[in-house]
């Protein structure tokens, strides 16, 4: 079920009047349960018994770190068993072709297992489990004494299959959610947080993003040997905005319905295009990721505790990693160690005494290096077969004869602006008021001029 | 915390009136729509114009994308084209089914007579704004979206290959574009490269199938008194005699060979790409099917 269905806005106000009723103020959390199931299993019958087995196991093995004879053995196992899941079902057929090549030399099993299909949101719930269990293993929140399994089971399962975060996030780490769990009453809602996130969040997805995907659909080669190199550039550019507002749309979307449910979901994204460092960009960008990373990865590997070469070397590794996280394609890698060699080199030109200037100038041309940067990238997103990106890359420098497209660049640029606008000016500069009204008219254009509803980017990780 | 209405009030008061004012401004206005971002905005908003069918069109165009790179004002009053691209005519009579327009006659594009129809294009064609409501709000309808309107004006101003044709009748403007039979520039490199793949195309299979499910429903069209004109739109000369091109033809000559048939002339007409028409030529061929249909 997708946030921009009309099938989900029916489903949004049932679920809403049913869990307010002040009879149902015990079941709160089983009425949001059975909901959350029926939105995964709405197109996907069949994956809910890995989404149910998934969480079962991390129930079981999150108990057993808090309460079991050897916590470190559990929070190992259940870690492992998370990881397990995503790998058989997303990274299955890349290993097979990357180690035997010949995929036919498998046999007719061993084949079908692996055209399994990838389970819609894997990559977060799986995510969420591996969070989940360490957080248990070390205590970081607050648990009901003594815990008893079965409640202690329904508050693991919510937490994974949360409906607002449960394809796509934002990755809610355990200790942020769990303790939230409880009654909810109507009176608490903190509205205007549900409106903000709603209107900001569906104006970005159904006005910007789905409208640029018309024109982004034309980042594919060979047919980027017709085009103009200054067209080749400005559909990056219409892509990076538009990977921005798909996502950073879905997100704000995620913690407005969340608010809307009396939960809290952190932020995932704070204008990061105008990030003037690569380190600076991951604090910005996808937010929750960064964090995870950082936290359940990058800081187990040693962070930057064990000197210099091994500071860069876990960059490397957990970007490389975050980049495997996101696709099952070695394109998705090299994305990730595209950055960490950034973020390497940044923090080996910082060891090494070199501040890059302060002065305003200095800063906007570190933002511009680091968005022309981070939009390159994002063509190993779009292009996912290395081959395409290079041809891409090579008619962007062979097309300079070919006059470019009035009508394209006009689209884009229109769609563009508002990107731009929200990231020079952020809403906390205006009045209350002054919020409001801008928001109306960003309802107003959502009912004028949404583009064609397509699934959210980052649904396929 | 902030009740509903605080938190909403003058979100919900403002689009309400951007909304109401975008629509009077339309209503009363009423521009002419010539641009559209892309080729699902261009679709929805001919969609929408069969599904509503205002004006009561006698003749109705239905077609791929090669048809529409015909402008609208180099068509005569009372016809509509239903081209749309990236889907074959069979699209458009399944929208032309679905609404309650009832045309005189109907020309049939044969070029995409391959591809059958679109049907969940043409159900979201009829919403997510219900139809009734749109045929009384023109500022709602899928044509009238801001940036239709923004890129329409902008064309108008630019000129060029996007200029109105004047305010001369058809038959004049017809007439002058003789002169201009070489005007358009193309890249010779991308014909090139796409006639080459274009003519590697292979035969569609299931293409005799897909003419008697055509053979029911343009007899049903019959019977209901419509008169069916079938046509081939000009296309780089190698990619009509490509293999895939003749079976079309051959078959369509078999399976309807009642129906009238129209081949224009592509003699001397510049394509973009091998298969769609450039600026000029395309309007030398929408000449040359009023000519052929007899206006």
Redesign the interface.
Known sequence: MLFNS?VFGVFLALVVIVYYRPAMRRWQVEWLLAASLVFYAWEQPWLLGLLLLSAGITSVASYAAVTGPRPALAATVGVLVNLGVLAFFKYNRLIAESLLGDLARIGSVGEALLYLPLPAGISFYTFHGVSLVIDSWRGKYPRPQPLRLLPHSRNTLLYIVFFPQLVAGPIVKAAQFMPQIGEKRW??????S??HHC?LGYFLKTVIAD?LA??TAYIACPAC??LASIDLLVLLLAYSAQIFADFCGYSMIAIGLASLLGYRLPINFNRPYLADSFADFWRRWHISLSSFLREYLYLPLGGNRRGRLRTYLNLMIVMGLGGLWHGAAWSYAIWGLWHGAALALERMATDCGFSGGGGRVARAMRILAVFAFVTLGWLLFKLPNFGDVLQYLTAISTNMQ?RPS??RL??IA??VAPIVIYHLLPSSRLSE?GR??I???L???I???S??SHAFIYFQF | ????T??????????A???AI?AAVIALWRPTIH?Y?????SN?ARAERVLIGEGDPHTVILGSSLGVRIPDDWLPAGWLNASLGGKGAATGLALLRASSMRPRRILVETNTFDLGPDLAFVQ?AQ???PLALRTWVP??RAEY???NL??SL??RA?GGAHAHRGSGSLAEACLSLQAQVQGDIV?AE?VG??VARLTARPVPSGLVARMVDWRAALRAEQERGVEVILFEWPVDPEVMRSPRAAAIRTTVAETLPTLRFLRLDGEGLATE?GLHLAPVSARHAACALLHAVGG
Not at chain 2, 1 to 4: E, I, V
Not at chain 2, 37 to 41: T, V, W, Y
């Open positions: 009309t009176g608490e809602i903190d509205w205007r549900v409106v209107v409208n018309q024109q040997l017709n070919l009035a009508l006009l689209v229109a769609y008021r409001q009204a928001e109306g008219l309802l107003g254009a009912v004028l001029n583009g064609s | 915390m902030p009740s509903f605080s938190s909403s009030r003058t979100v919900l008061v403002t689009a009136l951007a909304l975008y641009l971002p892309d080729q699902d905005a929805l979201d919403g997510p704004i500022g709602l979206r801001p940036i923004l890129l902008a064309g630019r890249s991308i490269r796409e790409d």
